[in-house]
């Protein structure tokens, strides 16, 4: 049993679980930091919740570390299809007041109590799949040519999963979300090698179409037209606290111009741990970024962006130290998934780029995307368990790892 247990402590990348730690640990603060001045009544239930999301999500994050490419494999298309399913009942099962203040159908309400948002789960299962269907893909072509065409029929197949996806999501009306499922097909899509003269022209027709987005949203009687159209109002006051965020800071923008302030106020250092000058609406979950530059600064804020650095350090290196092209591409997803969602929180609530709902990875509060994130990870460990297992089969265990368990073994 001990020298079971202590393959299994050989196997396990520590360097990656510490600073998913480090940031779980940053979060609690800046939750508890926010809840305490907004809702200090229920403070220690909030935190409660959240320390007990975290608690689960490391469990099924150990499970799945376990889980080998066989299995892995084999349930990618039931969970595939599974989250789907999932992903439809927020059409029925909803909260109209949350709907009214969010002008999104994305979480699962019942009896009054919201309980999860599939569409964070959703993201970890069509990485899944994508990756499957690309190995499948040149398994079932390994003996034709490369070709634009080849490249055509593989983004078409792609497109055939992702679309379902998208459909649900429009009826959800969450395009936050729906930009993540984007950043994670073009990540894959552009990792399975498809020729530049598809991508080139693909990245300036998109370019093309957000010029003319703008152009027609910024002209007289542009933002009328766009609604009649369908774009709904939650989304064009997005925009317009983008470009102009204290134009209305007393209403449509209240949130973002009061973020942008505490972030200044913070300064060089913080204002201290525990103080806060601003309201700022839910701040514990998209806008958690404010606490952190408030009361830590530009040193906390850096020391934050530099934590997620090092994941992404270590989720690279463990990629790049794999021969299975299955894990490869999971890990390549999960990757883009993670920077898109960093991006574009510390983006927005910085005023670089639109607010759009889209949380601080391990740090905002909300069990859907913790637990989510931690799954990522678990594959991630289980990329780097199966690396160890394939080493130590090919005799490759590092010489300091041979010494440490031969001393173990004496």
Known sequence: MSNSRRSIDSRV?????????????LGIVAIYIAVSHDYPSAVWSI???????????????????????KFLWQMTPVLYVFGLGLMVLPLFL???????????????????V?????????????????????????????????????DFLLILELLAYTLPVLV???????????????????????????????????????????????????SKDGRAFLHQLGMPTYQINRILAWLNPFDYAQTTTYQQAQGQIAIGSGG????????????????????IFTVI????????????????????????????????????????????MLLFHIFENIGA?????????????????????IISNLIGVGLLLSMSYQNQVAAEKEGKVPKKRKKIILQQLK
């Open 268 to 287: 060089l250092w913080g204002q201290g741990f525990n103080v806060s000058n601003l309201l700022i609406p839910v701040r514990e979950s998209d806008m």
């Open 47 to 69: 935190l409660g919740q959240q320390l007990a999301w975290i608690a689960l999500g490391v469990v099924i994050s150990f499970i799945v570390m376990f889980f080998n490419t």
């Open 293 to 336: 530059a408030e009361d830590f600064g530009f040193v906390g804020s850096t020391g934050l962006i530099l934590l997620y650095l090092l994941l992404i350090y270590r989720m690279l290196k463990i990629t790049l130290q794999s021969n299975n092209q299955f894990y490869t591409y999971i890990s390549t997803g999960f990757i883009m």
């Open 168 to 218: 649900l999501l429009t009826f959800q009306k969450d395009l936050g979300t729906a930009l993540v499922f984007v950043a994670i097909f073009s990540g894959l899509v552009l990792l399975s090698g498809v020729s530049w003269k598809i991508i080139v022209p693909t990245v300036l027709i998109l370019a093309l179409l957000l010029a003319s987005f703008m152009l027609i949203f910024l």
């Open 349 to 369: 609530v910085t005023g670089i780029l639109p607010l759009t709902g889209i949380p601080l990875p391990f740090i905002s509060q909300g069990g859907s995307s």
């Open 114 to 150: 919201t309980l999860f948002q599939p569409s964070e789960f959703m993201k970890i299962s069509y990485i899944l799949m994508l990756s499957h269907a690309i190995v499948r893909f040149y398994q079932r072509h390994r003996n034709k040519e490369r070709t634009i065409q080849l």
């Open 94 to 112: 909803y909260s109209p007041a949350l709907v009214a203040s969010t002008g999104a159908k994305n979480w699962v309400t019942i009896g009054g």
């Open 13 to 25: 990348d520590y360097s990656l679980i510490l600073p998913v730690f480090f940031l779980l640990l």
